[in-house]
T-cell receptor, first 113, second 109 residues
Framework: GAGVSQTPSNKVTEKGKYVELRCDPISGHTALYWYRQSLGQGPEFLIYFQGTGAADDSGLPNDRFFAVRPEGSVSTLKIQRTERGDSAVYLC???????????FGPGTRLTVL | EDKVVQSPLSLVVHEGDTVTLNCSYEVTNFRSLLWYKQEKKAPTFLFMLTSSGIEKKSGRLSSILDKKELFSILNITATQTGDSAVYLCAGMNNNDMRFGAGTRLTVKP
């Protein structure tokens, strides 16, 4: 079966622009997570959805970051007024239930020039 | 503040060697500890440990959790070049997972 997919795989943008990163979880997985991974670091938790609602968004670094999951499946991470420090690989993961094994997508490499 | 610390940060061994990777954690309302292998972009799941003292095994890999001392180890026996990767551990509580920085393992032929 299909795993977690993320698009685009790479995104290059200019400072100040708006970007959207998409995550398509495994069908039937109710929990969806976004992480950000900088070079040489482990993934950093951003936000977690249970169904359509954000169960925990405490990891979002500031109000330029926002994520939605309107129908409880696909999720979009939105970053406004991008900054060079936002450059990282953004990973999405899904699990059947919150406490279950998380399956990761291939990530989106965001580069802000 | 919650934190997960892995050691060593990097390790170079030769094929056939046995390695032990360490993970210590301080996670509020701790539930489970997870190990992942990351070769390119996406970490792949290895183990989830919830109970103390019960070893989990998968082929040449095994892991155990000590909830009293707040650490876990990942053992790899008879290492192969395909084991070269970054190994991540993560502590999970009721809301999120906190990852360590990882151990970069390089297995030379």
């Amino acid at each position: 079966g299909a795993g977690v997919s993320q698009t685009p795989s790479n995104k290059v943008t200019e400072k100040g622009k708006y970007v959207e990163l998409r995550c398509d979880p495994i069908s039937g997985h109710t929990a969806l997570y976004w992480y950000r991974q900088s070079l040489g670091q482990g993934p950093e938790f951003l936000i977690y959805f249970q169904g359509t609602g954000a169960a925990d968004d405490s990891g979002l670094p500031n109000d330029r970051f926002f994520a939605v999951r309107p129908e409880g499946s696909v999720s979009t991470l939105k970053i406004q007024r991008t900054e060079r420090g936002d450059s990282a690989v953004y990973l999405c993961a899904s699990s059947l239930i919150f406490s279950g094994e998380q399956f990761f997508g291939p990530g989106t490499r965001l580069t802000v020039l | 503040e919650d934190k997960v610390v892995q050691s060593p940060l990097s390790l170079v061994v030769h094929e056939g060697d046995t390695v032990t990777l360490n993970c210590s954690y301080e996670v509020t309302n701790f539930r489970s500890l997870l190990w992942y292998k990351q070769e390119k972009k996406a970490p792949t799941f290895l183990f989830m440990l919830t109970s103390s003292g019960i070893e989990k095994k998968s082929g040449r890999l095994s892991s155990i959790l000590d909830k009293k001392e707040l650490f876990s180890i990942l053992n790899i026996t008879a290492t192969q070049t395909g084991d070269s990767a970054v190994y991540l551990c993560a502590g999970m509580n009721n809301n999120d997972m906190r990852f360590g920085a990882g151990t970069r393992l390089t297995v030379k032929p």
